[in-house]
């Protein structure tokens, strides 16, 4: 709301980046934009614990990384200006794109925003938990036991590379979906089959195949969460090796954008 609101009200020209508000918003987002720094500091530095608790940079670094740049195109105006200052603005916009891809990827291996890393151990307990339940409940059908339990050791395969694995991410739904209809199916007919002898009533036969299918459904899931989580820890990492020098790139800009503006 607030981007549309001032790009709306830019070619009114309220206010100037060169002096005055606009000068102000310039100096307070840059502030805000090198304060971002502090989290990385406070984080891996032990002295720094003085400065307050690492959960409470990390809100900062997540606020100042919108309303810096927030106040930033502001004191543009929304407009581009001089080869310095356009430089300085898309490095910046650059950077908080970064940002945003890197927020939602920490999200993927986080519990929550400010939660605690997720562990790979802890996922795949609860699969091996899962795949327990599902070879008692899956007794009278061990065919489609055996054709889940291939299928979840196929995907579950170590992949080459990123490619490879967000390949696998992407067709891994619909495979399960496939999977999970297979698996109705033939439940239904093993618990229908005369050779099946079992005292349970047309009515106790449905419930088992619903809680069947519902477990088996639930396997996948969490199958698909372990290679997601898998993929999302590598592009984490590509992430770190890639933002820190974007943003330095940023600051460099911004220095010289800062000279440019003052001295020539």
Not at 245 to 261: D, G, Q, S, Y
Request: proline residues 2%.
């Amino acid at each position: 709301m607030s981007l549309f609101v001032g790009y709306r009200l830019s070619e009114y020209d309220y206010y100037s980046a060169e002096d005055g508000a606009g000068y102000a918003l310039g100096v307070i987002g840059g502030c805000m934009m090198l304060a971002l720094l502090l989290y990385p500091l406070r984080k891996r530095v032990s002295r720094l614990s003085v400065i307050g608790n690492v959960k409470v940079w990390f809100g900062l670094h997540m606020m100042f990384g919108i309303l810096g740049p927030l106040l930033i195109l502001f004191h543009a105006n929304f407009s581009l200006g001089s080869t310095n200052s356009n430089v300085a603005l898309f490095s910046m916009l650059i950077v908080s794109a970064s940002g945003v891809a890197g927020r939602y990827i920490y999200t993927k291996i986080h519990h929550g925003l400010y939660g605690q890393k997720i562990e790979l151990a802890e996922l795949t307990n609860r699969l091996r938990n899962n795949q327990e339940d599902l070879f008692s409940l899956l007794r009278l059908n061990p065919q489609a036991r055996e054709e889940l339990f291939q299928f979840v050791d196929h995907v579950l395969t170590p992949t080459k590379g990123l490619i490879h694995s967000s390949l696998r991410i992407m067709t891994v739904g619909l495979r399960s979906r496939v999977l999970i209809r297979k698996i109705r199916k033939s439940t239904i007919e093993r618990l229908n089959s005369t050779s099946v002898e079992t005292d349970l009533t047309a009515k106790e036969k449905r419930q088992m195949e619903k809680v069947i299918v519902r477990e088996a459904d639930h396997f996948l899931n969490r199958t698909r969460k372990v290679i997601e989580f898998s993929f999302y820890e590598r592009m984490f990492a590509l992430w770190h090796v890639l933002h820190l020098p974007l943003f330095f790139m940023l600051v460099t800009a911004a220095i010289i954008h800062v000279i440019a503006v003052h001295w020539y």
